[in-house]
């Protein structure tokens, strides 16, 4: 199952306005598209305009076993908030973990590692029926993803479609205040970013707002999207 660059072109001709990529999409792809949340600080904007065009669409959460538990919680309700109907937790298989994290020490001394095993392998698993993945990502995030286009080819016959990539943090803030949209519990504590618990921490006010993903580590990206 491959993207054709028809369906491609019909996105692109949908403009830069979100909702309307996102429609689009659903349309032009349908069943085959799925949205990858990580229900994370900015990601209630994302996911109130997916359940604007329609709650049923496969909403894909990596479950690494290692998120924070308000993270959990706020995955819940903010489903149950919006009334998505098909929110999808991607475990990586407990086989897996038992033989190359045993003791689930992995990402204090091999952090990639521990990325291809809790996301990287899962995700890729999950989204063999799913040649159209949209991510919540924006090119304001991070020195990776200043090139990162709405459209934006991941691998033979795959592309990834992030229909928020030009907007701002203050854009985004400004619309989940205007839709009264739940906020993540940690983003008023000093997590703009949050990823697994053992890897994120709190950042500065002028900080890069991925700053708190694995400190300290030659590490900005977990794996499952390239640098654009």
Known sequence: MTVTQQQ?????????????????????LEGELAILSSFGAESALLLALVADIDPSLPVLFLETGMHFPETLD?????ARTLGLTNVRDIHPPEKELEQRDPQSQLWAFDPDACCQLRKVEPLDLATLPFPALVTGRKRSQAVTRHRMEIVEPDGEGRIKINPLADWTAEEIDAEMTRRNLPRHPLAEKGYPSIGCEPCTRPVGDHDDPRAGRWAGQNKVECGIHKPA
């Open 8 to 28: 491609i072109a019909t996105i692109r001709n949908a403009g830069s306005d979100a909702s309307a990529i996102l429609r689009a999409a659903a349309i032009a």
């Open 74 to 78: 706020y995955r819940r309700d903010l």
